[in-house]
């Protein structure tokens, strides 16, 4: 079980718009649409932003977007705020009642 | 107000033994898939075990099966990680997270950091 691919850092300016990307498997990202992101600020939980690939929970903004294609998942958010700035992490079901996390992406915001 | 209170990290020595609880409160915990995830420090998250709503299902990462052991008691809300042979590499901070069935995990507790230790 090998963790999914992110890039380890992305970075933008404030109010443009910045894509992480989730590579994995035809096992785990590329079966099922089932993947989810996190965001994690510094010394704190992480937090869900994105579920079942592109669904949003409550109280999470739309600047917060997902998708797939293949074996690749991706987390765009647009219109970037200080705020966002944080670690994401991809995760995706990977069968057999087991998940697999990517390594984690640095979003820095300019 | 929905939350997640994990508690009983500490220091540990190697081949030792760590019982941790995470108390919900604010959700009907019986209805939910519960997951445990860890974060060695400086590093990304990890999925470690998960558990069906009545306790009958557990599901593993591999590094840890047959040393650690996820439960819970639906009467008292609680989740528990009991975690036995425990190695320098169990080093972390541990989670216990709410499941959107076993896909995605949408309520986090705050932590509660092992150290694995001479």
């Known amino acids: 079980q090998s963790a999914l691919t992110q890039p380890r850092s992305v970075s933008g300016s404030p109010g443009q718009s910045v894509t992480i990307s989730c590579t994995g498997t035809s096992s785990d990202v590329g079966g099922y649409n089932y993947v989810s992101w996190y965001q994690q600020h510094p010394g704190t939980a992480p937090k869900l932003m994105i579920y079942?690939?592109?669904k949003r929970p409550s109280g999470v903004p739309d600047r917060f977007s997902g998708s797939k294609s293949g074996n690749t998942a991706s987390l765009t958010i647009s219109g970037l705020q200080g705020e966002d700035e944080a670690d994401y992490y991809c995760?995706?079901?990977?069968?057999?009642?087991?998940?697999?996390f990517g390594g984690g992406t640095k979003l820095t915001v300019l | 107000e929905v939350q997640l209170v994990e508690s009983g990290g500490g220091l540990v020595q190697p081949g030792g033994s760590l019982r941790l609880s995470c108390a919900a409160s604010g959700f009907t915990f019986s209805n939910y898939w519960m997951t445990w995830v860890r974060q060695a420090p400086g590093k990304g998250l990890e999925w470690v075990a998960n558990i069906k709503q009545d306790g009958s299902e557990k599901y593993y990462v591999d590094s840890v099966k047959g040393r650690i052991t996820i439960s819970r008691d639906n009467a008292k809300n609680s989740l528990y990680l009991q975690m036995n042979s425990l190695r320098a590499e169990d080093t972390a901070v541990y989670y216990c997270a709410r499941g959107v069935g076993v896909r995605a995990f949408d309520i986090w507790g705050q932590g509660t950091m092992v150290t694995v230790s001479s």
């Open positions: 995760c995706s079901y990977a069968g057999s009642y087991t998940v697999l």
């Open positions: 079942d690939v592109s």
